[in-house]
Structures are given as structure tokens and as C-alpha cells.
């Protein structure tokens, strides 16, 4: 079955420090991935998404992320983590079987300390 | 442009009762989802349609709820009756036409507590 593995509910760093958020996925056919950021009282929006090409993604607000095959991975980064950051960020993936539904792992909270 | 708009924002409703949640896609998409936020399970996928004709309901957890999108500016979930249990917070999220792979574009969230 396919599905979606955000390691870590919770990460909390310093500001200015490195962003980290794991996302590993299981899936038999080549996915499409995605981050999405959640802020409080708030829906969910795109942070950033690989589909095929480049490996290596930017999305908004300084994040990047790696596709990398081998390992199924997709790990959510950023240099410096900014106040602003804090938030809860989501992992996703599109199958291309069974209709392009999209599925979401269970988020991770991220905390930045002054 | 307006976004994904869904009504009510917050729902409080006393177990056993109906309640009904809508969505008004962005104009142009033709996929449409519905998912439940809750702390304990996160985000499930409950149903999705394609060009208004649902096509996995899957997630959809008992007959107790029930989905239908009349046309391609209007989805409703609706459950009945309510139970504790159902409390939650529930998005609806559409994607563009042929955009199969794209990003899912979310409204902002029906809370619903039953009491």
C-alpha cells in the first residue's frame, strides 16, 4: 500500500538555525511529491512540489527539498529557520494509479526558538 | 480570485443531529476533495471526485456520511446522525483541470464539534 512517513511529530530548533523534516514514501510507481505548510485556524498551502525533472526543488519562503529515489525520500530543509517558520508542514504524494488522489503524512510540528 | 470557499466555518451541533458542510470550489478546477484534521488520526482522505462523479470513497468512514457534488461549483458532505467522535476539523481542497499531478488548493476549514 502506498502511503506517507513524516519522522518526528514534533522538531524544534533555534532561529537561524537548520530546518530539517523528514518524509520517506512507499509507493509502487513513481510518485509525485509535495510540502504543504499549515499556520493556525488556517488550510494548508504549497510549499513546494517535484513531479519529474530536477531533483533538487525550491518552493516559497526560502525551503527546499530532495527527491532522491534510492532512499524514498523527500526531506524538507531551509539554511535558517525564521520565527515566522514556525508551523506545522506536511508531507504529501500524488499516486498516478487508482485517479491521482493525494495523500498526506501526519504532519510535523515545527517550533523555532528565539 | 477567490479561493476554495467552505461554509460554516465553526458548527457545534448535539450528538444525533444532521449536519451538513459545503464547498464552493475554485472555478476552472474540476477535482474536488474532502479531508478530516484531527489530532489523533491527522489528515484523511474521505472522498474525491473527478468531474463531479466521486471516484474513492474509501476514506468515507460509515454510512453515517455521505458526500455529492451536484455540480462543478458545489460539493457537500453531510453526516448523519452526528456523533462525538466526529468532531473534527473538515477541508475541502480542489485542483485545476488537467493538472492530475498538481497542487491541491485548500479552503480554510469547517470545525465541527458535536457535543
Known amino acids: 500500500a502506498q502511503s506517507v512517513t513524516q519522522l518526528g511529530s514534533h522538531v524544534s530548533v533555534s532561529e537561524g538555525a537548520l530546518v530539517l523534516l523528514r518524509c520517506n514514501y512507499s509507493s509502487s510507481v513513481p510518485p509525485y511529491l509535495f510540502w504543504y505548510v499549515q499556520y493556525p485556524n488556517q488550510g494548508l498551502q504549497l510549499l513546494l512540489k517535484y513531479t519529474t525533472g530536477a531533483t533538487l526543488v525550491k518552493g516559497i519562503n526560502g525551503f527546499e527539498a530532495e527527491f532522491k529515489k534510492s532512499e524514498t525520500s523527500f526531506h524538507l530543509t531551509k539554511p535558517s529557520a525564521h520565527m515566522s517558520d514556525a508551523a506545522e508542514y506536511f508531507c504529501?504524494?500524488?499516486?498516478?494509479?487508482?485517479?491521482?488522489?493525494?495523500?498526506f503524512g501526519a504532519g510535523t510540528r515545527l517550533f523555532v526558538k528565539a | 480570485d477567490a479561493g476554495v470557499i467552505q461554509s460554516p466555518r465553526h458548527e457545534v451541533t448535539e450528538m444525533g443531529q444532521e449536519v451538513t458542510l459545503r464547498c464552493k470550489p475554485i472555478?476552472?478546477?474540476?477535482?474536488l476533495f474532502w479531508y478530516r484534521q484531527t489530532m489523533m488520526r491527522g489528515l484523511e482522505l474521505l472522498i474525491y471526485?473527478?468531474?463531479?462523479?466521486?471516484?474513492?470513497d474509501s476514506g468515507m468512514p460509515e454510512d453515517r456520511f455521505s458526500a455529492k457534488m451536484p455540480n462543478a461549483s458545489f460539493s457537500t458532505l453531510k453526516i448523519q446522525p452526528s456523533e462525538p467522535r466526529d468532531s473534527a476539523v473538515y477541508f475541502c481542497a480542489s485542483r485545476p483541470r488537467g493538472a492530475n499531478t498538481g497542487e491541491l488548493f485548500f479552503g480554510e476549514g469547517s470545525r465541527l464539534t458535536v457535543l
Open positions: 471526485f473527478n468531474n463531479n462523479v466521486p471516484i474513492d
Open positions: 504529501a504524494v500524488t499516486l498516478g494509479t487508482g485517479g491521482f488522489k493525494t495523500i
Open positions: 472555478s476552472g478546477h474540476n477535482s
